[in-house]
């Protein structure tokens, strides 16, 4: 070989060899730094005047020049969230003495934890394993256990907080609640009535009386001298004790309302039912007198008295903080959590829920709902459209109620009164599927004073899409799914019917029908001109992957259909080819995803223990999760407008939070320092962070208040 | 060289580099195996009471700790029956998840995660998957499936091949350095040296030196290869005054070998001006003594026909027969003399050879008869051609032959026979063949026989001059044929004349013999 041909050869080889070990090199600095985790140190916290960027300085692990940020609004209070401590189960009660929090569960008996040191508790031990036990009391150094169908079990309390099992008391029905006074033990027993025990030896407890009230006994309070007793569901017995063995009905506080829980603080009495709390006063314990009434809630399930303040579980997902002395309108705190009972102390709260374990909270930090807005409805909230400004909400108690969103205050008209599962609007015309009650359709073209213009109670669908003005597909669930000809309102003609699908949803794209189905995934229909549906393709994830989603949503948009695919999150499917649709990309996404909205390249989806996700689209095959905003009881509403998302939260209503906000500029020092500038949002409120980079993802809680 | 060097350190470099890359595949591949297995067995043993009980939400509680396990995917876990129970799916990289479900659970492997009581592996190009059976009491209750990606496997295989590749760059460079750095003190004297015995080969200038620049081993063959070249120099010179010397013995000899070559050459000038005047001379004598001659036969055959006397007629027989004998000897020389001076050429023509040795013997048996001798003659039936060749040279040969055989035979019998030896498409080798019963010869007179007039001791039998055989011999030259002569005193001689000629074709009686 010639001289120049060798050196060209070597100068080849060279590059090559310069080439490959650039290439290796970067394999092995991407592995290495892989290796090191995501890691963010907590910034320190920024106070800025609303409409003015936030610049922060980011330290952490493991940034590169891909490394997202986003803003969202902290709904949850997750700053004030200080520990938690993992406990398995659902917890009904909770009672505080000393030290000591002694927790009921649903099946897993009582747990006595030390909060000695707040921020760490620890378990002590547990009693009663694999018992309900519904209610706690305590009198003196005992402690009396409501356990539901194995009665009522008597605990002594040691000086170390430890118990010592006692006795145990049978009721032949269900005992939810118990109060002691005088030697006597009162049991509130479901069905079976007010029970009356003599406990003055405890372990041969004996039954004195039974007061039947022809509906169930749910609970039992004493103040004065005088017993309380939850009576069904909309009625609250007052009894007087000058006769311990035999109770004296004395007065009857009757409620519209379901009346869900009711606590004694201080002689005043707090009465939690479905749509708000009510305080009477006890000033006459035989007469109470009604002080003031709350009605701004979603469902108030139940209520618990702290050291100064009235907790209230919000439809089991918030909290609401009512303060005993200026009885001032009710905070409403969410924690990530469904608030099941709260333990008070003077700097901090234990909040314990469903199977997320006891939540330690720093009273200073909470800060109230953080949404823009909510939006109270009476019954469930299920679905909703906006157009223009005005909302319609779908909900299970008034059918449709209209809301003004410009308006002030949480005025609202109703539509309708039936059962509303589902709306469809196309063009000037709103669908509304009441489930077996039938559609019912409106003229909205006059803002605000919508006109149901027809009603077919003969078609009944869980969901609805309407094509043009000509057809409406209803999807029926078990009954598949229907194509129906509206070109005369008055007389809707079923032109096709796929009867052995098990739809769930059901969307329109152009002459394309989208369908959810339970079994088979995504099913892809052609609307011919001769009004039949004809079958193109499906799509299902392989298994086992499809052993646990359900095609609940479906959202096509540009070639793509955005399925929420229950608790496998959210797929993206290529449907160019509708004979043979194709998954780019599944992103899993915690609870159950119920809806999924996509605009501007972001895909939406409430889940419904996950909260709202944010999906960056813009790379279908290789979507990334921009935000997650925790929230719960999401149903299916969703609807982004402008920079403001709004869902539908079932009997909380629907619940409005501002849009994440990405970076403005995100500038790449090093590894370990990012330098961001945050826009300002246009709500006030505790924002929060979440860095992204290409694998992973860190929340960082309360970094931001724009006041 | 370098090159030579280079290239071996770095295929040296590359194989070593290749064993350790598949040592790696091997050994991280089986670390990772046991780690996933050990993770299998944690999450198998944790799960077993949930799965027994029908706990699946605490077997997704149990799986969600995976997510520490940045290479771990998805994660199912399996009742008995092979009816999934609870799932775990990590965020990122869906495509992967999809395709490596896909891969794994197609309906070959179902036992795998139903009734398979060992633990079962598949892998692919970028995942590896594991089966793991979790047991309870002895009984299997159900099966683990863990999909774990490859990402650990290639970091640590584009760390190695990192490692390489940097080592081939290093020994390249360092190679290049050091190469470059070595060059003036190793490769640049070599190269000098190699140049200059390019130089010294060319110009064969043995004088020149190399320049000795240390006193390494390279100065040492540069003191070599100088003292090599110092005992050429002085063999050259050795070489070049015995030229000189052996140049001037050659020029002496050349000289004095010019001077008798010239001598020679004149002599042979005046010896061929002497023969060629001869030869003219003859030449010119015997011609102009034919043509008297001829007239006195013809007068004496004339004067024969007159009435003479018997005694008149006696003396003018044996004038008549001296006359013809001297114009045959005459005649003789005349041939002689035209072919020694190249006037003598062959005239072919076509005629049949055996009629010519018949002819011939017809024409001498009278002489044979006369001395009573039998005169036989053997034509073997191969040599009957008719062939192209000078018919009176042969006819000349064969009356000289057969001539002297009569002469010297005194009883007794001579054969003259004809062979053909040989024979192609075109010519023939005949051999002709005159063997007599005569007084034979010695070994002397047999050397000489073919001279010009050399005459065996016995002259008082010969009447010729000595030119017969001579002519003799001089024809079968002309005819590029050979003469034999045998013979044994008091037995016979045998001539025997060997000669090619060019066949015509086969006597017209002959043709229908065969």
């Known amino acids: 070989m010639k001289r120049p041909l060798l050196a060209i050869a070597a100068l080849l080889f060279f590059a090559g060899g310069i080439l490959a070990l650039f290439w290796f090199g970067r394999s092995f600095i991407s592995y290495i730094s892989s290796t090191n985790g995501f890691s963010l140190e907590r910034p320190e916290f920024q106070s800025v005047p609303l409409g003015t960027p936030a610049v922060i300085d980011l330290h952490g692990n493991g940034f590169s020049r891909e490394t997202s940020v986003s803003l969202f609004v902290d709904v949850n209070n997750s700053e004030a969230i200080v520990g938690s401590y993992p406990l398995e189960g659902t917890y009904n009660e909770s009672l505080l003495s000393g030290h000591f929090i002694y927790l009921a569960s649903d099946e897993g008996g009582l747990q006595v934890l030390d909060i000695a040191e707040p921020q760490q508790p620890q378990l002590l031990k547990r009693y009663l394993a694999g018992r309900t036990i519904i209610d706690i009391h305590r009198n003196g150094n005992y402690l009396y256990l409501s356990c539901g169908s194995l009665g009522v079990s008597i605990m002594r309390v040691l000086p170390d907080g430890l118990l010592d099992h006692i006795a145990d008391i049978s009721t032949d029905s269900l005992a939810k609640s118990c109060q002691f006074l005088g030697g006597f033990l009162y049991v509130a027993a479901g069905s079976g009535g007010l029970l009356v025990y003599d406990v003055h030896q405890l372990e041969q407890a004996k039954l004195v009386q039974i007061i039947k009230l022809g509906s169930a006994v749910s609970k039992v309070s004493l103040a004065g001298g005088f017993l309380y007793v939850t009576a069904g569901r909309k009625q609250i017995n007052i009894y007087q004790l000058d006769r311990p063995q035999t109770p004296r009905l004395i007065e009857s506080l009757k409620f519209v309302e379901n009346l869900y829980d009711s606590v004694i603080q201080q002689q005043r009495l707090y009465v939690a039912t479905e749509g708000g709390v009510s305080l009477y006063g006890l000033t006459d314990p035989a007469h109470p007198e009604l002080l003031r009434r709350w009605a701004d809630f979603g469902s108030a399930n139940k209520i618990f008295a702290g050291l100064e303040n009235i907790y209230v579980s919000d439809n089991f997902s918030g909290l609401r903080i009512i303060n005993s002395e200026n009885e001032s309108s009710p905070g409403y705190f969410n924690l990530t959590i469904n608030p099941r009972t709260v333990v008070e102390i003077p700097d901090y709260l234990f909040v314990a829920g469903s199977n997320r374990g006891l939540l330690i909270v720093d009273r200073k930090l909470l800060l109230m709902r953080q949404a823009v807005k909510t939006i109270q409805t009476q019954g469930s909230a299920r679905d909703l459209f906006i157009k223009n400004n005005w909302m319609y909400v779908a909900n299970s108690r008034d059918g449709v109620s209209l809301h003004d969103l410009d308006a002030e205050g949480a005025s609202f008209t109703t539509l309708s009164t039936q059962w509303g599962a589902s709306l469809a609007a196309y063009n000037d015309l709103l669908f509304v599927a009441q489930a077996k009650e039938g559609i019912k359709v409106f003229d909205i073209s006059t803002l605000g004073q919508p006109e149901v213009i027809a009603i077919w109670p003969n078609l009944q669908a869980m969901s609805l899409a309407a094509a043009a003005d000509e057809y409406l597909l209803l999807s029926k669930g078990i009954h598949g799914v229907e194509l129906v000809d509206i070109s005369d309102l008055h007389h809707p003609v079923v032109r096709d019917v796929l009867s052995d699908i098990h739809a769930l949803d059901v969307a329109l794209d152009g002459h394309f029908v989208y369908i959810a189905s339970k079994n088979e995934g995504l099913m892809i229909y052609e609307l011919e001109k001769n009004a039949k549906l004809n079958c193109l393709g499906h799509l299902q994830t392989p298994f086992p992957m499809n052993q646990f989603d359900i095609a609940l949503s479906v959202y096509p948009q540009g070639g793509m259909v955005y399925v929420a695919n229950g608790r496998s999150g959210m797929l993206i499917v290529d449907v160019t080819n509708p004979a043979e649709p194709t998954i780019l990309s599944s992103i899993p996404i915690s609870g159950i995803c119920k809806e999924v909205r996509v605009v501007d390249d972001k895909a939406y989806i409430t889940s419904h223990h996950g909260g709202i996700t944010v999906v960056d689209v813009k790379d279908p095959e290789n979507p990334t999760v921009l935000s997650i905003i925790p929230m719960s009881a999401m149903s299916k509403g969703l609807q982004v407008v402008g920079d403001l998302i709004y869902v539908a939260q079932r009997k909380m209503g629907v619940t409005v939070v501002p849009v994440p906000i990405a970076a403005e500029t995100t500038k790449f020092i090093s590894e370990k320092h990012l330098q961001v500038t945050l826009p300002s949002p246009h709500f006030p409120g505790r924002y929060s962070l979440q860095v992204n980079n290409k694998r992973e993802s860190v929340v960082v809680d309360g970094v931001v208040d724009y006041q | ?245 052996l140049e001037r013995i050659v020029s002496d000899r050349t000289a004095e070998l010019r001077t008798a070559v010239t001598g020679l050459e004149l002599a042979s000038q005046q010896a061929d001006a002497a023969n060629e005047a001869k030869s003219h001379f003859l030449s010119r004598m015997t011609h102009e003594l034919r043509t008297p001659l001829i007239g006195v036969l013809g007068m004496n055959e004339l004067l024969q026909r007159t009435s003479l006397s018997e ?93 002297n055989a009569i002469k010297f035979t005194s009883n007794g019998s001579i054969t003259v026979s004809l062979n053909c030896s040989q024979s192609s498409d075109n010519s023939g080798t005949f051999v002709l063949a005159v063997a007599d019963t005569g007084r034979g010869m010695m070994a002397e007179d047999m050397r000489q026989i073919f001279d010009v007039f050399y005459q065996t001791g016995s002259s008082g039998e010969s009447s010729g001059a000595g030119l017969g055989l001579a002519i003799v011999k001089q024809l079968v030259d002309l005819m590029n044929g050979r003469i034999d002569l045998t013979s044994t005193p008091g037995q016979g001689s045998k001539f025997q004349v060997t000669v090619e000629l060019i066949l015509v074709e086969k006597p017209l009686h002959l043709q229908e013999i065969n």
Request: aromatic share 8%; proline share 2%.
């Open chain 2, 311 to 403: 005694q008149q007629q006696e003396l003018v027989e044996t004038v008549q027969k001296s006359g013809e004998q001297l114009l045959h000897l005459i005649s003789d020389v005349l041939d002689f003399s035209r072919i020694e001076a190249g006037k003598l050429s062959l005239e072919l023509t076509e005629f049949e050879l055996p009629q010519l040795l018949e002819d011939v013997v017809e024409l001498l048996s009278p002489q044979a008869d006369e001395k009573n001798l039998s005169l036989r003659v053997k034509i073997a039936s191969n040599s009957c051609w008719k062939v192209r060749a000078d018919e009176i040279r042969l006819r000349q040969i064969l009356m000289n032959l057969i001539g």
């Open chain 2, 1 to 245: 060289m370098m090159l030579v060097i280079m290239f071996s350190s770095v295929v040296l470099l590359f194989i070593i580099g290749s064993i350790v890359l598949v040592a790696e595949i091997y050994l991280i591949r089986a670390a990772q195996t046991q780690e996933l297995r050990l993770l299998a067995n944690t999450l198998s043993a944790n799960s077993q009471q949930p799965l027994v009980l029908g706990q699946y939400s605490k077997i997704e509680s149990l799986l969600a700790s995976l997510l520490q396990q940045k290479n771990i995917h998805a994660a199912y876990v399996f009742d008995k029956k092979g009816v999934p129970v609870a799932e775990y799916l990590k965020q990122q990289d869906s495509q992967f998840v999809l395709q490596s479900l896909q891969n794994d659970f197609r309906e070959k492997h179902k036992t795998f995660w139903s009734t398979s009581t060992t633990e079962r592996q598949l892998s692919s190009k970028n995942h590896f998957s594991l089966f793991s059976p979790i047991h309870y009491e002895g009984k299997q209750i159900g099966t683990l499936y863990l999909l774990s990606d490859l990402t650990r496997l290639y970091g640590h295989l584009s760390g190695v091949a990192f490692a390489i590749t940097l080592a081939f760059l290093l020994l390249i460079s360092l190679s290049w350095l050091l190469a470059g750095r070595l060059q003036k003190p190793i490769s640049i004297p070599l190269q000098q040296l190699a140049s200059l015995m390019e130089n010294i080969s060319q110009a064969k200038d043995y004088s020149i030196r190399a320049e000795k620049v240390g006193h390494d081993e390279i100065g040492t063959l540069v003191d070599g290869f100088n003292r090599m070249l110092g005992q050429i120099e002085l063999h050259q010179v050795y070489l070049a005054e015995h030229q000189i010397y």
